[in-house]
């Protein structure tokens, strides 16, 4: 049998050329990738292969998304351009002549602004730095029964002295590129529509207020926005400075300032806080300050964000404030912008049942319910109908009181436990979800905006009032308690439907300030007896505190041989600025004429100035029990310009033609609209 042979021979060949230089080292040695995967660990080829998985998988999830939303972003940039060529078109067939004088006086004006321009770069917040006397803050009175006011008689814009065309002109010379593009769309027809409508109405003065606002009677002198007038103002007016100050140095034209970290908090992105205040320095009389913010909002406001906002949060700051603006100031750029942002939202209305999505995205349009789950908050989708009626009658467009009256009559007749809802209601059924009934966060501006819509409409829609008189009826039968052992009076909740719990929110204390408006109106005049109760016990939430100060969440003692009425739990301990209280106080100053109101206002406001105020800016903090220690959460509120300072204002102001209640309604964030009469 053959055997291979125990020794076997080899042969060497050498190789010419580049090859015959191989030396046998790894740097030169040909390894494959599998045989790379081979030496590697079971551990580092499982983590190669759970990155591959969640690769494959965050591609497939997120390219039909980006696909999706950048088709709506051009679908959407198309639609706005028709729609611009054919408004700029509208405009030409429309616009008034320009006198020869003013065309030569405009086209000097702007040959030296040009000059000018050319050697100015912009510092800080947009605009030219005009001279703050460029705006006239005298204020439109109603007409009232005092005969000595004479019979002048002048349109509300000419209270509010729109900048000149020149300078406007000068800024967009100096903008050139930078201007062009905002807002995502073509914005060269956007500003040319907004200037021909300011020239527009220019050469025509009587055609700028609606709203039943077309003429209002002036006496020279009385100017209710002329400024703090005491001590106590002058005071606010100082937090409001020391606050927008440090807004302007660290968070300008952003939502939120953080004032302990120096930056900033963005949610939308659409400048809240600088919304939100706007009416409120034209109320204080900060002409400066206020013509910073119109400039921003005309030039820089960019509501063509890829980004969700909420629905109820963005209608009540943002579009409650540009309308709010416009009333008081006759300015048209406020209308527009508000008309805009209507626009954009109206998407949310597209649901099956007409209740409104919670959320929405700006750019796309796309509508959609909250991320946490499939419903959303009563309160969310029935806060809103102020604004969207308020911008129907500004514009003359039914849209958008169509959208909102459409959900008041659902939620009308929808049944409800003796007038109370439950905290979430779902969109696509159009129903509510069984729960826990209160006045606090998720279900509060329900209650109040029933009330206040009947007020705004001229109190014409019997269903508002009647859903008010059975809610508030219904309050006092499942909700209403007093605490051991002082007897303060509270509206508890009713957990899951029928189980009481003494707890409640600082939320809350907004309801005083309606009753007592509500008992003004006749609608329950027995009932400020029921709101001084309950003012006083918000007013205790702050005065029993270590640091004057309330907390978010108090529960309320009941057993009698209790010491303290008021328990607060250690998640609850926080402050976040909040206005609730100063807005009940506002009303029953007003509305009662005593001071003792006031004085405690003061002793808040005092508390607020020592326990939040930083070097810049103000903080919500997290421990009111400790005063020592408060732990200051690096956050400043929109809603401390937009509404706490602006309540402090009002209440501590001793004229009555400062936004008389008989003639305005006050939104949710404390932005005034006229009433329809």
């Known amino acids: 049998m053959w055997s291979s042979p125990s020794k076997r021979d080899y042969s060497s060949v050498a190789v010419s050329g580049d090859y015959s230089l191989y030396d046998n080292s790894k740097s030169r040695r040909k390894q494959s990738i599998w045989r790379l995967w081979n030496r590697l660990s079971r551990l580092q080829r499982t983590i190669v292969w759970l990155v591959l998985l969640l690769g494959t998988l965050c591609a497939i999830y997120i390219f039909p998304t980006i696909y999706r939303d950048s088709e709506e972003v051009d679908r959407t940039s198309r639609q706005k351009r028709i729609s611009d060529d054919a408004f700029e078109a509208n405009?030409?067939?429309?616009?008034?002549?320009?006198?020869?004088?003013m065309a030569d006086l405009r086209k000097k004006a702007l040959e030296q602004v040009q000059g000018v321009m050319g050697k100015w770069k912009r510092k800080g917040p947009r605009g030219l730095n005009r001279d703050p006397k460029d705006i006239v803050l005298d204020p439109p009175l109603r007409e009232h029964n005092n005969k000595e006011l004479g019979d002048n008689v002048a349109p509300l814009h000419q209270v509010f002295q729109p900048e000149r065309d020149s300078d406007r002109e000068g800024v967009g010379a100096a903008d050139g590129e930078e201007a062009h593009n905002r807002n995502g769309f073509d914005s060269r027809h956007e500003k040319d529509d907004r200037s021909n409508q300011k020239k527009n109405s220019k050469s025509d003065l009587g055609k700028m207020i609606k709203s039943g606002m077309k003429e209002l009677r002036m006496d020279g002198t009385h100017n209710p926005f002329k400024g703090p007038t005491n001590e106590r103002q002058e005071a606010v007016v100082g937090a409001f400075k020391h606050a927008w100050k440090a807004y302007k140095a660290y968070a300008w034209g952003h939502d939120e300032l953080e004032p302990i970290s120096k930056g900033f908090h963005e949610w939308f992105g659409v400048g809240l806080t600088l919304i939100d205040a706007l009416d409120t320095m034209y109320i204080m009389g900060l002409k400066t300050e206020f013509k910073e913010a119109r400039d921003w909002v005309e030039m820089d406001l960019n509501f063509n964000k890829n980004k969700d906002v909420n629905l109820f949060e963005t209608t009540i700051r943002v579009l409650g404030g540009l309308l709010s603006t416009y009333h008081l100031t006759a300015d048209q750029v406020f209308l527009d912008r508000a008309k805009e942002l209507g626009d954009r939202l109206l998407p949310c209305f597209n649901s099956p049942s007409k209740v409104p999505y919670s959320d929405i995205n700006l750019a796309t349009?796309?509508?959609?319910?909250?991320?946490?789950?499939?419903?959303?908050?009563?309160?969310?989708?029935?806060?809103?109908?102020?604004?969207?009626?308020?911008?129907?009658?500004?514009?003359?467009?039914?849209?958008?009181?169509?959208?909102?009256?459409?959900?008041?009559?659902?939620?009308?007749?929808?049944?409800?436990?003796?007038?109370?809802?439950?905290?979430?209601?779902?969109?696509?059924?159009?129903?509510?979800?069984?729960?826990?009934?209160?006045?606090?966060?998720?279900?509060?501006?329900?209650?109040?905006?029933?009330?206040?819509?009947?007020?705004q409409t001229g109190k014409t829609d019997d269903d508002l009032k009647s859903d008010f008189i059975e809610a508030i009826n219904g309050v006092k039968k499942h909700l209403l308690r007093e605490s051991e052992p002082n007897k303060l009076t509270y509206i508890g909740e009713l957990l899951g439907g029928h189980s009481f719990s003494p707890k409640m929110d600082h939320l809350v204390c907004y309801l005083p300030g309606t009753l007592a408006l509500a008992s003004h109106n006749n609608v329950y005049p027995n009932h400020m007896e029921l709101a001084k109760k309950l003012v006083r016990t918000c007013a205790e939430m702050y005065m029993q505190m270590p640091t004057g100060l309330s907390p978010e969440i108090v529960y309320f003692n009941q057993a009698p041989a209790a010491k303290e009425d008021i328990i607060v739990k250690p998640a609850d301990r926080h402050n976040l600025l909040r206005p609730e209280t100063v807005e009940s106080l506002f009303y029953m100053k007003r509305l009662t004429g005593d001071d003792k109101y006031a004085e405690w206002g003061w002793k808040i406001f005092n508390s607020f100035e020592k326990y939040t105020k930083l070097k810049d800016g103000y903080t919500s903090i997290n421990n009111v029990k400790d005063p020592a220690n408060t732990r200051p959460r690096n956050k400043m509120e929109s809603f401390f310009l937009g509404e706490t300072l602006k309540y402090f204002y009002l209440l501590f102001g001793d004229d009555p033609l400062l936004l008389p209640l008989d003639k305005w309604v006050f939104n949710t964030e404390a932005h005034p609209l006229p009433i329809q009469i």
């Open 365 to 455: 349009g796309r509508a959609h319910p909250p991320r946490w789950g499939p419903d959303s908050s009563t309160a969310e989708v029935t806060t809103i109908q102020l604004e969207f009626k308020d911008l129907s009658e500004a514009t003359g467009d039914p849209k958008y009181a169509k959208a909102v009256t459409e959900v008041t009559k659902h939620i009308h007749g929808l049944p409800k436990k003796d007038g109370l809802v439950p905290m979430f209601i779902n969109a696509k059924s159009g129903q509510f979800r069984s729960g826990t009934y209160t006045l606090g966060a998720r279900a509060d501006s329900y209650y109040e905006y029933l009330f206040k819509q009947w007020i």
């Open 91 to 101: 405009n030409n067939n429309v616009r008034h002549p320009t006198h020869g004088h």
